[in-house]
């Protein structure tokens, strides 16, 4: 079964940094859209950010437009999410996920999701 597996989520003080990675397991995914989604407690999945299977055109929430960038390394299989300037309200499970459509904001547009990484906040 694909799997999609996430890695670099910590604790980090506010203001501070965090880059994560995403790798899938079993299969390549070099044609695929690939989004980071999150999800705070008790709230909705949020669309953070996603990026074209070829890097070539990528988009933001407005929540984190400026200080988050996404990225992706078609040779290596992996796509990263560089967060910068963290604060309290980025606290969150962060989830990657692929899409066989093109770039989208809505979860639903996404077939393979990973477990999730967390990130805590300290203020």
């Known amino acids: 079964q694909v799997q999609l597996v996430e890695s670099g989520g910590g604790l980090v003080q506010a203001g501070g940094s965090l880059r994560l990675s995403c790798a899938p397991s079993g299969r390549t995914f070099s044609s695929t859209a690939m989004g980071w989604f999150r999800q705070a407690p008790g709230k909705e999945r949020e669309f953070i950010a996603a990026i074209t299977w070829n890097g070539g055109s990528t988009a933001y929430a407005d929540s984190v437009k400026g200080r988050f960038t996404i990225s992706r390394d078609n040779a290596k299989n992996t796509v990263y999410l560089q967060m910068n300037i963290l604060g309290p309200g980025d606290a969150a499970i962060y989830y990657c996920?692929?899409?066989?459509?093109?770039?989208?904001?809505?979860?639903?547009?996404?077939?393979?999701w990973g477990q999730g990484t967390q990130v805590t906040v300290a203020s």
């Open positions: 996920a692929a899409s066989i459509l093109s770039v989208s904001s809505s979860p639903r547009a996404y077939q393979h």
